[in-house]
């Protein structure tokens, strides 16, 4: 079991934050924990004020030190941001990730000066309030553990190849003595009579010939089990540096909303969260659109440790990629993003039967609402007109955000009064008695454990259905050869792989860089990465 030790530093004040990330790590172990790796997090409130026991953790076990940043750095903050980032430069680790909030103060400017005096500039990660905080931090751990995951693999890679090669030579050591004796045996044989030492002969090499057989099935079978690929070019088992990469799973990561999951589960039968190959099964990172883009620039950074398909339910904007260096400097060069459109999902409120029968009268639609209509309900729940709990996704996602677009000209605070739903939330934290709710979802984005005879759905109008877009986006890297004229730009073997499997169709636009993509995983520097297709089963 591969343990993963954190270290949450910051204010005393900063409890809520430290709790988050502590929480975080729970959740986290229910998906790491099958893959033999536990991840645990510890701050004041273990070690209390033993300070010689907070500089022993940060120096010889903390494999990551996270400070979370709301103010003024305090003199025990400053000494255990010290002692990690020293640590750091003469053990290389722990890896120090700083949180600081977006506030605008002299406190904090003093703070980033400190941070960036240790480490440079941009290493420090902005958050706005805690969910944004939790996410970053979730980003940042998930990426830190499958980094430990590969290196776990590549290590039984390593003993593996020893493993095998030892019993190549002993395997080799044994038929050769066994050759040895044969000879030995033919030679005492030649003064016998010619038709016993035939015979006899016979016999021997029958059986020998049987050990020789019997040996190489074990070989093959001990092969198999580990499941090792066959060199066609030299008929031998791992030697070749290509095939030994196929043992090693792609680092692949979905990250992204349950919108997008959905709607692809539903759309082809492709479950993301159990999707299987013969490379490593992909780690999923459940997050908003929002949050989901910038792992698109951790991999660019990190310059292809691993692979991302970001599952979004929002288009990414251009101020997006120019606020994070993707569409100029050198960075921009190697890259290009590659957007799919694979469908539109109908925005959808679930709102109890009750609360329905008495807005009824009111809707120019049985089955629909319009969003004049949605933002009176809304208000008269904010004005305490109506009682109802009022639920939507995160802020950051995209879901909400088409939300907030779409009902942009109507009087309403859907944005800043919420509680948050997530598919998987518990019906009876929502289904309480005969409490009224309002659920701003999705056709493919609901609360999925409710009672279907207990709420409607109504569809979200606008002059036609409100039409939230499902899409993938992913990095293609730049292989420009000496010899070629133009760039071109392919993507990892994984991602081609997953996007055949949704078996899409053949776009009405783009169909020369489509088919380029589909079947070479490439694309040209005068492609234009933007395509819209159907998925289906």
Known sequence: MKRINIFVGGSTKLKAERTYIKALTNDLNSGYLPKGIYIIAKSYEQFKDHQDEYNDFIENEADIAIFIVDGELGPNTKEEFFLATDTLREKHRPEVIVFMSDKKTPEMDEAKHIVSTKLGDGYYVPYKDLDDLKNQAKTRISMFALETDIAAIEEERKQFEETLEKERKAHKAAMEEETRKFNAILESE??????????KSRKLLFSYLLLGLVSLAFIGLLVHYLNLPKNNNTGNY????????????????FAGGGSVRNFIKEETDVAVDNYK???????????PSGTAWRILTEELQRQSEFYTICLSADTMTKA????HNLTSGDLATTAKIVQIHIGNDPLTVYINNNLYETIKPNLKNEKKITCKELA?????????????????????????????????????????????????????????GNANYVIMGSKHYKVNGLRKEAYTP??????????????????????QKK??????????????????????????????????LIEKGEILDSDEPVFSVTIKK
């Open 190 to 199: 030649k003064n016998q009579s010619k038709a016993v030492s035939e015979k």
């Open 277 to 287: 190959t013969h490379y490593k099964n992909p780690i999923n990172i459940p997050l």
């Open 458 to 479: 109504l569809e979200l109008d606008k002059n036609g259905p409100v039409l939230k877009p499902i899409c993938l986006y992913f990095l293609a890297y730049s292989s």
């Open 238 to 253: 791992g030697t070749d540096t290509e095939q030994l990469d196929t043992i090693i799973p792609a680092p692949l990561i």
């Open 376 to 432: 009176d309900l809304l208000n008269k729940i904010n004005n305490k007109e109506i009682k109802a709990t009022i639920y939507t996704t995160t802020e950051k996602s995209g879901t909400l955000t088409c939300y907030a677009t779409a009902m942009k000209e109507t009087d309403s605070t859907i944005i800043h009064q919420y509680t948050v739903f997530y598919d998987y939330t518990k019906r009876d934290n929502i289904q309480k």
């Open 483 to 516: 010899d070629e004229k133009e760039n071109v730009f392919t993507i990892a073997k994984p991602i081609q792989q997953f996007i055949n499997q949704l078996h899409p169709d053949n776009p009405k636009d783009n169909k020369t860089a489509w088919k380029r």
């Open 320 to 323: 997006f990629k120019e606020n």
